[in-house]
Each structure stands twice: as C-alpha cells, then as structure tokens.
C-alpha cells in the first residue's frame, strides 16, 4: 500500500469509498429504526436480515448489491416489482467516495489521511441520519468524539490540551444557546445531540475551529431556510435539523484549516 503512485491510491481509494459508501447507505437505513423497535422479531429481521426490496420484499442477489453500478444498470428500479430505488444510495455511496479520495489526496496514506477518512465516514452516517430523521445517535457521534481525542493524543489536527478544551466548549457552547433560546421562548431550539457533535467537532479540530464551524453551520442553514421559503419548499415553521450544516462546518475546518476567516 505505501508503494502505491498517488492515481492508484486514488483509485483504491474510490473502490474502497464506494464499498464503504454501500454499508452506510444500509446503515444509516436500519440504525434508526432499530433504535425504535421494541419486538425482539423485528429488530433482528431488520438487524440481521438481507438487503431487500422495500416494496416487494424480493430478496436482491449479490450482483444487485454492487455499489453504485447495479442502481445504475437496474435504472433505478427493482428488477423485480419495478418500483423505482430511492437515490439515497448511490448518493451516499458517491459521497462516501469523493470523501475518501479527497482525504487521500489531500493528507495521503498517512495518519492523517487515515483519521481524516475515518472522520469523514463517520460524520456521513451523521449527516444522513439527522437529516433524514432529525436525530444524533450517541452510537456514532460519542466514537466520534473519542477518537478525535485519541487520534489528537498524537497531535494531528490539535494538540491534547486543544482537543479536550474543544470538546468542553463545544458542548458547552450549544448548551447555553439552547437553555437561553429555552428561557426567552419557551421552546427548544436543538436537540442534545448537537451538542455532543460539536464537542466531537472540537476534540477533532481544537477550540479554536469552533467559531469557525458554527458560523459556516449557521449561515448555510439560514441561506437553505431561506431558500427553501422563496420557492415555497418548506414552511418557515418546519424543523430543520442542525446536524448536518455542523458536518458541513467540520469538513470545511478538516480540508482548508481552522482559519479559513
């Protein structure tokens, strides 16, 4: 692998993107709804059980599991009920892809690179699943968190002492703005679990990326908000969940630095 010329690391890199980018299309499927199973029947049919047709319930044969390529050759639709194939999937296996080949190209097939991935594979499944269904499960947003702190125990974006002030702050950051928007309106704002991805974010970047991350979160969320009410897609009153513009600010701070501003 460390003989490899930078094209063949780039193209490994795809492969194993999209590979990794069909478990988490899967993923981010079944997490949530395990989590809101209470029959011991349904969480392992849903667990455990192959990938199938969610219309017919047709089990897919392993040729119909390539990532990315079968949608493409099935046209989008079930081979056999024809009903048409969500594009989530080869939309997050392409994400996933483009992530990875990027970490590699930017960081190479060092620690770096490898947390960066790591980082990034993680942070998709917390994306997809908070937008999907406006929820940050602690399954994935706490490993996050101590990774960033383990991977930062050996300096690589952040020094310890940054990492841990990072992760304090962060969280503490998102609390007092949810119990102050609480205390004035009486409503909340956000979910705890914002507060758990951006203390990740700092134990990731250190305390000094989290001002950076939270405008980049905000004003993308404001222009989407905004956007989406002048050409009448979403109401004004309609929760939009936090979590992935909080994603969009820590790749922004993983791939240009923490001083972009």
């Not at 999209?18 to 199973?37: A, E, K």
């Not at 048409?84 to 080869?90: A, D, H, L, T």
């Not at 994935?140 to 702190?149: D, E, H, K, N, V």
């Amino acid at each position: 692998m460390t003989e490899l010329s930078m094209t063949q690391l780039l193209i490994f890199s795809g492969i194993l993107g999209l590979v990794i980018g069909s478990f988490l299309s899967m993923l981010t499927w079944r997490l949530p709804r395990i989590m809101m199973l209470e029959e011991e029947a349904q969480f392992k049919e849903i667990s455990v059980g192959g990938s199938k047709c969610p219309q017919c319930d047709t089990n897919l044969p392993w040729y119909r599991l390539i990532p990315l390529f079968s949608w493409l050759a099935s046209k989008g639709k079930c081979h056999n009920c024809k009903t048409k194939i969500s594009p989530r999937y080869p939309l997050i296996e392409t994400a996933t892809a483009t992530l990875t080949i990027a970490c590699m190209w930017q960081f190479g097939l060092t620690a770096d690179g490898i947390a960066a991935t790591l980082f990034s594979w993680i942070l998709i499944a917390i994306f997809v699943i908070d937008y999907e269904h406006q929820l940050i499960l602690d399954n994935l947003s706490l490993p996050l968190l101590w990774l960033g702190l383990l991977f930062n125990s050996q300096n690589l974006f952040a020094t310890p002492v940054d990492a841990i002030w990072g992760a304090a702050i962060g969280y503490l950051l998102l609390w007092i703005v949810f119990h102050a928007f609480k205390l004035t309106t009486g409503k909340e704002g956000m979910g705890y679990g914002d507060f758990k991805l951006l203390a990740a974010l700092g134990a990731w970047f250190g305390f000094i990326a989290l001002p950076q991350i939270i405008l980049i979160a905000a004003v993308t969320s404001i222009l989407l908000g905004v956007i989406g009410m002048v050409l009448k897609t979403r109401d004004r009153d309609t929760p939009m969940a936090f979590g992935p513009f909080l994603a969009l600010g820590g790749w922004a701070t993983l791939f240009l630095g923490p001083n972009i501003f």
